[in-house]
């Protein structure tokens, strides 16, 4: 049993930036980084989750809801900053989980990682290709039925084309190069800025405070739901930590990226949802796209259609986010031995894990394609969350077991910030249906599975200690 709680040596991870066989491209800077945050996190959440929650769960209260999410993810991103400055390697969470709880967790994690991004590229997809097949419309186009929508959801319904098409296509781009993907995030963060900018500067001319009352008609367990919910829409920020060994300057730049996109976002987050439910009253806003609805109810058509651009455009870029995270994971876990060495080799000439790359690309396609993954999305925010808790908590083993390591950049206030991190994040689990922790239990038994079969036998942390 001892050698499940095997630590990776701080010094082996930070020895993988010399790595030159299994080692990244260096082109992103603390600018592009910023961007990758907001292109992950300004998407499915602002312009789907916000009207949704807000109807079944938390009303005009949802502004809390957001500012209570958004206190589990800043506690959160301070302890990523720390631990990516200090280890700017891929792997994110699961490098982290690794140097400060052993092999056995590190797992987890990373097999838990695997899941949000998976999950998260495939809802993202699907919702996508809805707000794509909707502007057709608008143009005079209209898709075949077989091909515009998955199975079972309309009549007629074979494959859910444009939802696998997309998927295909930044596949291909992420894997030409990291640096491409992440001016093609620059271009859309700022369409989508502006869409969003547009919605808060139009909008607030229709707010009614009349809407605002009952603030609270769900109660405080309803907006405490409505958090845990709406969770699902920071998810991407901590995918910039997964871009670490390809930043130019990680020790300084990844606090920057993780913190500045965090703080944009939410300030965006709060301002939406307090001009939507200002302007519509709470119970009409369970609709697949509430800003367009809100807009186009108060005569704003222009309006309408530019947010629907902006959606296409803000999903479009949290899918590349998502997708880029997947692999980078898979890719250090292979690279530490726990899955198979296919899955870490780097393309020659693009330096790009791109078998990784390709085989997310090819299952995220599939099941985008086929499936209407519903209720499923719930297992994206439970994954993060549990993610988020143990780097919290790797910050207060790491500073009891590594006091004097050199960091450039230090989490404020420990233990209070890391503690409060794991308090917000698992309450929000404690918030989630019963359903979604039998799923979530279902993917890490079969994990479990995996390690105990395959991972811990070909370690290379087993095999460096038999030696």
């Known amino acids: 049993m001892k050698g499940l ?98 092999e056995l967790l590190a797992w987890i994690i990373g097999w838990d990682l695997i899941l949000e991004y998976v999950v998260g590229s495939i ?77 808060i500067v139009v909008g607030f001319s229709k707010v009614d405070p009349a809407n605002w009352r009952p603030f609270m008609p769900f109660g405080f367990s309803g907006m405490m739901t409505g958090a845990a919910m709406v969770f699902l829409a920071y998810v991407g920020f901590d995918a910039v930590s997964t871009a670490a060994e390809e930043a130019k300057n990680p020790k300084r730049d990844l606090p920057i990226g993780i913190i500045a996109s965090l703080i944009i976002c939410t300030i965006l987050y709060i301002a939406v949802s307090a001009i939507l439910t200002g302007m519509i009253p709470y119970q009409e806003l369970n609709t697949s796209a509430p800003i367009a609805y809100a807009l186009s109810k108060h005569g704003f058509n222009w309006g309408s259609a530019l947010v629907s651009a902006g959606a296409v455009t803000g999903l479009t870029s949290v899918l590349i986010v998502l997708m880029m995270g997947q692999p980078r994971i898979f890719f250090a876990m292979s690279r530490d031995g726990l899955l198979w060495p296919w899955a870490s080799k780097v393309h020659p000439r693009f330096k790009t894990p791109y078998r990784t790359q390709i085989l997310t690309g090819l299952v995220v396609a599939s099941f985008a394609a086929f499936s209407d993954i519903g209720v499923v999305a719930e297992l994206v925010n439970i994954g993060t969350l549990f993610a988020f808790t143990l780097v919290c908590g790797g910050i207060l083993v790491l500073r009891h077991t590594h006091p004097n390591l050199p960091r450039s950049f230090k989490t404020p206030f420990v233990p209070i910030v890391p503690l409060l991190g794991m308090g917000f994040c698992i309450y929000l689990m404690m918030s989630l249906p019963q359903t979604t922790w039998i799923r979530f239990g279902v993917w890490l038994v079969l994990g479990l599975v995996i390690y105990f079969s395959y991972g811990r036998r070909h370690s290379l942390l087993a095999s460096s200690s038999s030696r």
């Open 5 to 102: 709680f095997r630590k990776k040596p701080i010094q082996d991870i930070q020895a993988l930036e010399s790595d030159t066989e299994h080692h990244l491209k260096r082109t992103l800077s603390a600018f592009d980084l910023t961007c990758l945050g907001i292109g992950g996190v300004i998407g499915v959440g602002i312009f789907v989750i916000t009207g949704v929650a807000a109807a079944k769960y938390a009303g005009p209260a949802i502004i809390l809801s957001f500012s209570i999410a958004m206190l589990a993810c800043i506690f959160s991103a301070f302890c990523y900053a720390e631990f990516a400055s200090l280890l700017p390697v891929a792997g994110s969470a699961y490098n982290y989980s690794y140097a400060t709880f052993g």
């Open 123 to 199: 809802l993202v997809a699907i919702g996508w290709s809805g707000y794509f097949i909707e502007i057709l419309k608008t143009l005079g186009i209209t898709l075949p039925a077989w091909c515009a929508a998955t199975p079972g959801t309309i009549p007629g319904a074979i494959i859910n084309l444009p939802a696998a098409v997309i998927v295909l296509f930044l596949t291909i781009l992420l894997t030409i190069g990291i640096k491409e993907s992440a001016r093609f995030i620059t271009a859309m963060v700022f369409v989508k800025l502006a869409a969003v900018l547009t919605f």
